[in-house]
């Protein structure tokens, strides 16, 4: 049903629960849960009120009311509410008329509402109340837990808050006394122990005890959780069935004269299984979509090689896409360095190419003389063309959006084999869901001779001491990111900034040693040139912005300082740390904080300097940030918005998911069986408005 034949909403309200919402239809209302609830089953007393206190209810009358500052903004209505015990004073700045007419004073009433105490009058004030009258019965007037329903600014002006929402949520399940259709099979609902739908749809909004909220919080979880692994793993094995893949069958002459010739170190244990993986895979006949995760300096690259040398010894090219010229340009570098004795031609593409250079790259394509082909978004361009690309691997995929990705698809008549890398650990949660039809390998182990990077917090107040220690290192031939936040000071934010640290950092340290600064905003050219000042040693501090969070390999590089590292997430401190320990010498990250740091930004701090382990990091963000905006395919691709489930939170409900998920589609890939019927059924309603992602990585 549209939403605006929804009692109590009207096409008005209907348009702004759809452009603050998006929510339409009467079902979408009704999976519009509460963020959280509050008991209402105590009645409190005015004179028991204390300090600053949570949502309380209270219960007695108007004594007065009176209006102030009519025609200012200051314009309000004052309302004395007392029970016998004490007084409290209600304040309302919007919606005074309706109040003025609704209200009447010495008539009993249910006030609900966040008391705080007024510095000046050292009494209690609360502001827009909720309020029914004493003597209405029934859920909503006394109802001992109380649905909470986030909403917007603009919202409340339209008189939509909280209490509206749950009054038009209860008069249309009110009305609506047939029970709501099941949404999963019976032998689910049985095998699952899970709370009926109908009963949990209710039970969600307007909860009788806290025993009836548990289960239908558990049943709605369950079944958000596993209609998307169902979606996942169904598109994985249709995925599977469909598409033929590229046979490379053989490991030739190019693999192993570079594998026993030129592989400048031995590959650990982990990077040996993951290749093993990849092989099965690409002589499988499937074509194969694998997410590789490893941390920073893990050698994924060296998979990557390794893999594409794979694809040229049977007769294919390869290319590898990167997020920015800077890493483009490290990874043919690196490449070209390792395969200079070997005839295999590597080619770079970028933005910037000039256009001669551009054409031979077009013609070696072509050809097939340019066996692998490193560089950015400009390899998606429709005129850039291969005469036999079997391979495509992706670095920092989470930087691409999928519509991006799937250009590459189409550079071969059958679809190339397709691997994705990322050095940021994904939580096994979030992995599920992100990356649920992928198959995924892990590199979790370091080359051996990495020393661990020790982190150290530093407070503002120690920065001389920091200076001496930073000194230090660079008397012994170490180079020193420092990292800030902002590019330019920002009076609200007083944080320091990256142009004044730059200074700061000349005056401290030179003429004696060269500092160079990076940062976003200048021109490109500008920017790699002080990269590559510090790249080549010729600079010995660089001074810069997140911009080199990916990117530079400065092996000599041996501390990593950031400024105001409150300001920074879990991840991304983990990123920058990455930066530094990659080569034999013992490296530092400092992370550099003022005092006042929130509970929150303690607990990073804490966390980064116990552990350098990507995955426990990785967790710990997830814990502290939630997953963050997952929908669209800018950045995941993922099917649907989570309404009710937190990846965070409900990690073993996700793998009971899976793991039935998975049973089901083993048994019946494209549930045709009678009593699967719903769940194809549902999968279509729910996904009906998707683009189909599932063929791109």
Not at 270 to 292: F, H, P, T, Y
Request: hydrophobic residues 40%.
């Amino acid at each position: 049903m549209d939403l605006q034949y929804v009692p109590g909403i009207g096409p008005k309200r209907a348009a702004l629960l759809a452009s603050e919402l998006k929510v339409t239809t009467d079902e979408e209302l009704l999976n519009y849960f509460p963020y959280r609830y509050v008991d209402k089953s105590k009645v409190y007393r005015i004179c028991d009120l204390q300090g600053e206190m949570p949502y309380v209810l209270l219960r007695g009358r108007f004594t007065m009311f009176e209006e102030l500052g009519v025609g200012t903004r200051g314009h309000r209505y004052r309302g004395v509410f007392s029970d016998g015990t004490g007084m409290i004073e209600c304040l309302w700045f919007q919606g005074i008329r309706f109040i003025k007419e609704s209200v009447l004073a010495h008539e009993e009433y249910m006030l609900f509402g966040a008391p705080k105490l007024n510095d000046y009058t050292h009494g209690f004030q609360v502001s827009h109340p909720e309020l029914e009258p004493a003597s209405k019965n029934g859920i909503d007037a006394m109802q001992s837990l109380m649905g909470m329903y986030n909403t917007t600014e603009k919202m409340k002006k339209f008189f939509l808050n909280s209490r509206a929402i749950q009054r038009i949520i209860l008069g249309y399940l009110q009305k609506h006394i047939e029970p709501f259709p099941e949404t999963l099979p019976a032998y689910i609902v049985e095998h699952m122990h899970l709370m009926k739908y109908n009963q949990a749809i209710r039970q969600i909004h307007f909860p009788a005890n806290p025993d009836n909220l548990q289960r239908a919080q558990y049943r709605l979880k369950f079944e958000e959780l596993f209609y998307l692994q169902l979606y996942l793993i169904r598109s994985f094995k249709m995925r599977q069935q469909a598409n033929r893949g590229f046979v490379f069958g053989r490991v030739g002459e190019v693999f192993n004269e570079f594998y026993f010739k030129h592989l400048p170190f031995e590959l650990t244990n982990a990077q040996k299984r993951v290749i093993k993986e990849i092989r099965a895979d690409m002589g499988s006949g499937r074509q194969m979509n694998r997410l590789l995760q490893g941390d920073v300096g893990s050698g994924k690259t060296m998979v990557a090689l390794l893999t594409m040398l794979i694809a040229i010894d049977n007769g294919f090219q390869a290319c590898l896409m990167a997020p920015t010229e800077i890493l483009a340009t490290q990874h043919y570098e690196s490449l070209s360095a390792q395969l200079a004795e070997m005839n295999v031609r590597v080619a770079l593409l970028t933005g910037s190419t000039r256009k001669k250079q551009r054409d031979e790259i077009h013609a070696g394509l072509l050809d097939g003389s340019v066996q692998i082909l490193i560089g950015t978004h400009a390899l998606i361009e429709p005129d850039v063309r291969f005469r036999n690309l079997g391979m495509v691997v992706i670095d920092e995929q989470h930087r691409f959006g999928v519509e991006q990705r799937s250009k590459l698809w189409v550079k071969n008549v059958q679809p190339p084999h397709v691997l994705v890398m990322t050095a940021t650990p994904i939580p096994r949660t979030l992995a599920m869901t992100m990356y649920g039809d992928l198959d995924v390998s892990v590199i979790d182990e370091l080359p051996p001779g990495r020393k661990p990077i020790q982190t150290i917090h530093r407070w503002d107040q120690q920065r001389d001491g920091l200076i001496a220690a930073m000194r230090k290192q660079l008397e012994q031939g170490r180079q020193i990111y420092v990292v800030y936040p902002l590019i330019e000071e920002n009076e609200k934010l007083k944080y320091r900034d990256v142009e004044q640290g730059f200074e700061n950092m000349q005056a401290a340290f030179g003429p004696e040693y060269r500092v160079v600064m990076v940062h976003g905003k200048m021109k490109p050219k500008d920017k790699d040139a002080a990269m590559q000042r510090f790249v080549s040693g010729e600079a010995h501090i660089m001074v810069a912005t997140t911009v080199i969070e990916v990117g530079v390999n400065v092996p000599n590089a041996s501390v990593m300082v950031i400024e105001s590292a409150e300001r920074f997430g879990l991840s991304q401190l983990h990123q920058l740390r990455g930066r530094v320990g990659r080569g034999a010498d013992q490296s530092y990250c400092v992370l550099v904080t003022g005092y006042e740091l929130s509970h929150d930004t303690r607990k990073r701090i804490q966390i980064m300097c116990d552990t350098t382990d990507g995955f426990e990091i990785a967790e710990a963000d997830l814990q502290l940030r939630g997953p963050g905006d997952m929908e669209g395919t800018q950045q995941s691709g993922m099917a649907f918005d989570l309404h009710i489930a937190s990846l965070a939170k409900d990690g073993q409900i996700l793998q009971f998911a899976r793991d039935l998920a998975k049973e089901i589609i083993d048994k019946d890939p494209l549930l045709e069986a009678s009593e699967n019927g719903i769940l194809r059924r549902r999968l279509d309603v729910l996904f009906a408005h998707k683009v189909d992602w599932s063929q791109i990585s």
